[in-house]
């Protein structure tokens, strides 16, 4: 661990480097903590890249917490297509509604009381309380923990959940009470510009002078991480149902992995049939109909956090039933260009361009 003086030193190069160098992000210019919360749930496992036109269309579409607590789920979902977690968009929409009726439209302060909203956990909270409200909680985030595994030669697996509070610690004790806010970032925009995950840029670091890493030549051993097993690969059939000139869509359930989106009706394909037979099996499940195939669309290939799939998409006509659900919550028969207007997963958008009037 470093001296108290080297801490201190360190504290003061960091955010000296963090104001001269920091990226001028939408998020930055203010302490309101509804942006700041925004910015923050979108950030998670998600680069400012991906996030800067998500955050701009929410803002605009919800500019206060009281915008975003009256609106419709289904247009907070809209809005937050293509971002992925959806749950975090659920969660917000809740929490922004608790807000609202129990704390008089007004972010808590107490981080207790932030704590208990829906979706709020230790990261979210240390952000939010610390960056708009300069209350002195460390943030761990990925690019903190690696900035700290190399820093000070922590050898606990980042990406293991057990180790976390030897993070947490670390960043305690480094953080500087005086200006909580301003060097958690100030550690975050470390970890993203300089300290990155493959070649460091060692020689333009701010703490280079104290980085036990950098002086023992092992940065590149740093962070450890525990051998992941493979992610799973499942095999998925999806049916886009033509009925005339519109086709069939499903809504899920609203908790759950894309809960509340909309998508066209299939599901997974076993072992010993082919994804044809999976596909109009499924249908039948799902929503009671018998279709026929006409032809098999695309094959699309979609990575989630824990699992990744290959979808067999067809296009299917509807041939005999009534609509009875098994499982989605709603249904509409709609017009190709009125897909838009509905917040899909992204596998669904990646083959939406292809589909054509019968
Ligand atoms: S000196 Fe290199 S390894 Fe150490 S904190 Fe700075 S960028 Fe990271």
């Given amino acids: 661990m470093l001296s108290e003086k080297e801490i201190q030193h360190l504290r003061?190069?960091?955010?000296?480097?963090?104001?001269a160098h920091r990226r001028s992000l939408p998020w930055r210019n203010t302490t309101n903590p509804y942006p700041v919360w925004i910015s923050e749930v979108m950030l998670q496992q998600t680069t400012v890249s991906t996030v800067l036109p998500f955050y701009r269309r929410f803002t605009e579409r919800f500019?206060?917490?009281?915008?975003?607590a009256r609106a419709d789920l289904q247009d907070v979902l809209m809005i937050w297509e293509g971002l992925g977690y959806y749950a975090r968009a659920r969660n917000l929409h809740r929490a922004a509604r608790i807000v609202r009726d129990h704390h008089g439209s007004v972010v808590p302060a107490d981080v207790t009381a932030f704590r208990n909203l829906p979706g709020v956990g230790?990261?979210?909270?240390?952000?939010?309380?610390?960056?708009a409200f300069d209350q002195p909680y460390a943030v761990v985030d990925g690019n903190v923990k690696r900035v700290l595994a190399r820093l000070l030669l922590i050898a606990a697996p980042v990406n293991r959940p057990a180790d976390h509070k030897i993070f947490k610690a670390a960043a305690a004790r480094l953080l500087d009470m005086s200006q909580p806010g301003t060097f958690n970032q100030a550690m975050m925009e470390l970890g993203a510009l300089i300290c990155t995950p493959r070649r460091a840029a060692c020689s333009d670091c701010p703490v280079k002078v104290h980085c036990r890493a950098e002086r023992d030549g092992k940065v590149g051993e740093f962070p450890k991480r525990l051998q992941k097993s493979p992610t799973p690969l499942h095999h998925?059939?999806?049916?886009?149902?033509?009925?005339?000139?519109?086709?069939?869509?499903?809504r899920r359930r609203p908790e759950g992995l894309l809960g509340g989106l909309w998508e066209f009706p299939g599901g997974r394909v076993k072992?010993?049939?082919t994804p044809q037979d999976a596909c109009v099996r499924e249908i039948r499940e799902e929503v009671n109909l018998k279709v026929k195939i006409d032809f098999h669309l695309t094959r699309i290939r979609h990575a989630y956090t824990h699992f990744k799939i290959v979808m067999d998409v067809y296009n299917c006509r509807y041939v005999s039933g009534k609509v009875s659900l098994n499982g989605p919550t709603d249904h509409r028969w709609v017009k190709l260009d009125e897909l838009a207007g509905f917040p899909f997963p992204k596998a669904n958008l990646k083959f939406m361009p292809l589909l054509k009037p019968l």
């Fill in 12 to 19: 003061l190069r960091l955010v000296a480097w963090y104001r």
């Fill in 63 to 68: 500019p206060e917490l009281q915008d975003l």
């Fill in 122 to 131: 230790d990261y979210i909270a240390a952000a939010v309380m610390s960056i």
């Fill in 271 to 273: 072992d010993d049939e």
């Fill in 236 to 250: 998925v059939a999806v049916g886009v149902v033509f009925k005339k000139d519109r086709v069939l869509i499903t």
